[in-house]
């Protein structure tokens, strides 16, 4: 399994990216997807997290109404659009994918099966 990060770059406050997430999984509408964050020093974050379907997502708080998940399954990816941008959300931002299964939290890094390489996201003021 590979899931490869993209999308990345320099963006002025204020200013849009769309990040993919490209994943060879034979069943990837078996899995949720995630998208996570590491600011510079600081700890790994939850972003974002999507079903089954783009109908359930789900956002940290200081994303919500900014970022929107979506995952198209006929094509194996997952995208995550960021809008508003902030220089605090200067960050690595992974992809990740799970199996979901009970009792388990989405918003756990360590829940996450497989992970992709990371793409920087640098929100200049």
């Known amino acids: 399994v590979q899931l490869q990060a993209s999308g990345g770059g320099l963006v002025q406050a204020g200013g849009s990216l769309r990040l993919s997430c490209a994943a060879s999984?034979?069943?990837?509408?078996?899995?949720?997807m995630g998208w996570f964050r590491q600011p510079p020093g600081k700890e790994r974050q939850f972003v974002a997290a999507?079903?089954?379907?783009?109908?359930?997502?789900y956002y940290a708080d200081d994303v919500l109404g900014r970022f929107t998940i979506s995952r198209d399954n006929a094509k194996n990816t997952v995208y995550l659009q960021m809008n508003t941008l902030k220089p605090e959300d200067t960050a690595v931002y992974y992809c990740?994918?799970?199996?979901?299964?009970?009792?388990?939290?989405?918003?756990?890094?360590?829940?996450?099966?497989?992970w992709g390489q990371g793409t920087l996201v640098t929100v200049s003021s």
């Open positions: 990740a994918a799970v199996v979901p299964r009970t009792g388990w939290s989405l918003r756990r890094g360590d829940e996450y099966h497989y």
């Open positions: 999984i034979r069943t990837f509408s078996s899995y949720y």
């Open positions: 999507v079903g089954w379907s783009s109908g359930s997502t």
